[in-house]
């Protein structure tokens, strides 16, 4: 018995190695002697599809040879290759055709029936109409048959090498995409899973569908690579569980470009795009009040400060898709500002009103050339989103953590006030809230100075929001991850009870521009971050994204089973500054708006003579380059600040 298996094993493998080679052979053939040999198999179904359609209506052989009308089927012949070549026949690459393709063929069979049906009344030996229609339905499963049997065979042969994938989504841009890796090299469609009941069982392209709970079974039993999802929309939640799923195989799940992109020609279905960490963490977005969106942004002239960062900038997209008189960019990076310049321009040359983008290449401390542009561009709203927020640099750098966090929100608010802009809308932290960083605590200043300002100027809306980290900005943890996994580990975390709030760039901005229209004066709203996220279970997501498994040295039996398959994740411990568990709120004091997820917060106040104080106190210590000083003075003031390190 042994012996059998090894041997059909071992003809297996032989098989397997002479269809490569002859595969191999065949495409090597130079065109014209590949058409050469269609022609010839045409010319031969041509031939057989005739004798048997004599065969099947008088059903003895010795008659129907004798019936045949040779001279009809001579002539026949070459009218009917020609045909085929006219309708494309012989310049399509047959390893590449599609249904259509075949549907032409058993179309071009039934050509041919007519055309030998008129032959044979040239030669004076006229086909009855049973001949005829027999041989129309013989020739035209022949024709397409043979090309699909060969169709298969290259196939076949050629995703001997490719990557085992199952197809997650039945529907049209399911179909397409099967379609599509079937006729390459590199993946190998295994299996098909469908949610719908009466799709599961059938088959598709030759691909049975399943089931979504045999999923996990059918990576392992055929050894899959790549689950591709494609389905139109597939909810967050939904990813979030296939993961899980799946995290304890090497697995890549990747999934086809957005409706839109494909409908629109931006992308095609075979733009694979990975799953990433951002695609499970964010929430399901609510849908955007367009009043809201449209009351501090449409029509107006608006300036955003931090125009190039990760959340100004998308600040200014979506402000842009509220068709603004003026967009006045003002951004201290160079390259960042001709970045978000540039994406704008694009837009802008497809508007049939473009939209009056301006870029500023400055620092908002620079009060006199950014009054010069609010009262130039006359603007109506301001989104100041320019901070140093990097909590380790700025440890070091506190001087510079407060000139542009503190001093430069004052300098601004100043020009807005001169300027006569009717609403500012400040973007806070987290951080901000019982800080333990000079990061959080300039920002907590400067919440202070806003609403100071706030009290003091009725004749503009004064606000802050407050939120927390938004996924895949610059600075944040997750490049830093992906960087660290693409290099092959370690992956660094700091503690394992570390935890952050995390949202996505575009809800966020979002939500920021819809704040703006919800303030009164001197309020401070907070996003709802929804549930906060351990780094250490956001360290292993990615892992697991990345076709890699995780492991901690320290946990038993790892440090003997780890492979060149294995991601090992280190703990560095809580750096100078850096909070286990990040706050929203200094108290419960809350009161909710018309947005179900932005709220309004009361909290304590300075005076702005008091501010002003303050601030000139702050100036002095940077002149005289006193940073202890400037931390004892965070220390003193209603910041909740306490200094670990300095």
Request: glycine content about 6%.
């Amino acid at each position: 018995m042994f012996h059998i298996e090894v041997l059909h094993k071992l003809g297996m493998q032989i098989s397997n190695v002479v269809m490569i080679i002859i595969r191999a052979w065949l495409l090597s053939l130079p065109r014209k002697i590949k058409m050469v040999l269609q022609v010839i198999f045409d010319v031969m179904v041509l031939t057989i599809s005739f004798v048997a359609a004599y065969i099947l209506d008088v059903e003895n052989v010795s008659q129907a040879m004798g019936d045949i009308s040779w001279s009809a089927l001579l002539l026949g012949i070459p009218f009917c290759i020609v045909t085929f070549h006219f309708i494309g026949v012989y310049r399509t690459v047959l390893r590449f055709s599609a249904a259509k393709m075949l549907a032409m063929l058993f179309s071009g069979g039934v050509a041919s029936a007519f055309l030998l049906l008129a032959f044979s009344f040239v030669v004076g030996e006229p086909l009855g109409w049973v001949v005829v229609v027999n041989f129309a339905l013989v020739s035209g499963v022949l024709f397409s048959g043979g090309r699909f049997i060969l169709q298969t065979f290259f196939r076949s042969a050629g995703h001997s090498a490719g990557k085992s994938s199952i197809i997650y989504g039945t529907g049209d841009f399911g179909r397409q995409l099967l379609t599509s890796i079937q006729q390459s090299s590199e993946f190998v469609p295994v299996a098909l899973i469908d949610e719908t009941e009466e799709m599961v069982g059938s088959i598709i392209g030759g691909i049975k569908v399943h089931k979504p709970s045999v999923l996990e079974n059918l990576v392992v039993k055929l050894n899959v690579k790549v689950v591709f999802l494609a389905t139109k929309s597939v909810s967050r939640q939904a990813q979030r569980e296939l993961v899980e799923l799946l995290k304890g195989h090497q697995v890549q799940i990747q999934r086809i470009p957005a409706v839109s992109d494909i409908v629109l020609g931006r992308s095609k279905i075979t733009d694979f795009q990975e799953v990433v960490i951002e695609d499970l963490l964010g929430r399901k977005s609510v849908p955007a009040n367009l009043e809201l969106m449209h009351e501090k942004t449409a029509g107006k002239s608006v300036l955003v400060t931090g125009a190039g960062g990760s959340i100004g900038s998308e600040i200014c997209r979506q402000v842009f898709n509220a068709q603004p008189q003026s967009l006045v960019l003002v951004e201290i990076s160079e390259y960042a500002l001709y970045s978000i310049e540039r994406e704008l321009s694009i837009l802008n040359s497809k508007l049939e009103e473009p939209v009056n983008v301006v870029p500023v290449l400055a620092n908002v401390l620079n009060k006199s050339l950014i009054a010069e542009k609010l009262s130039l561009y006359e603007v109506d709203t301001v989104f100041h989103a320019a901070a140093f927020k990097h909590v380790p640099l700025l440890e070091q750098n506190v001087a510079a953590a407060i000139e542009n966090n503190v001093l430069g929100t004052k300098e601004l608010l100043d020009a807005a006030i001169s300027s006569n802009v009717s609403s500012f809308t400040m973007i806070s932290t987290d951080k901000a809230v019982r800080p333990t960083n000079v990061m959080g605590a300039s920002k907590r200043l400067a919440e202070l100075v806003c609403q100071a300002y706030a009290d003091a100027h009725l004749n503009i809306t004064i606000s802050m929001v407050r939120f927390g980290n938004v996924l895949g900005s610059s600075g944040s943890v997750i490049p830093l991850f992906r960087e660290q996994i693409k290099a092959g580990g370690p992956v660094g975390v700091t503690d394992k009870e570390m935890t952050r709030y995390f949202m996505t760039i575009p809800e966020a901005s979002q939500l920021v521009i819809q704040s703006s229209a919800l303030a009164k004066g001197g309020d401070v709203l907070i996003l709802d971050m929804g549930e906060p996220i351990k780094i250490i279970d956001l360290a292993r997501s990615m892992i697991h994204l990345a076709g890699y498994k995780p492991y901690i040295e320290a946990d038993l039996g790892y440090e003997q089973n780890a492979s060149a398959d294995h991601i090992e994740i280190t703990f560095s411990g809580v750096r100078p500054g850096e909070k286990m568990y990040e706050e929203l709120l200094l108290n419960h004091n809350v009161t909710p708006t018309r947005h179900t997820r932005i709220m309004q917060a009361k909290e304590p106040k300075i005076e702005l003579a008091a501010i002003h104080i303050i601030l000139e106190e702050l100036r002095a210590c940077l002149e005289n380059k006193d940073m202890s000083l400037v931390i004892k003075m965070l220390e003193r003031l209603p910041l909740q600040y306490s200094s670990k390190t300095i």
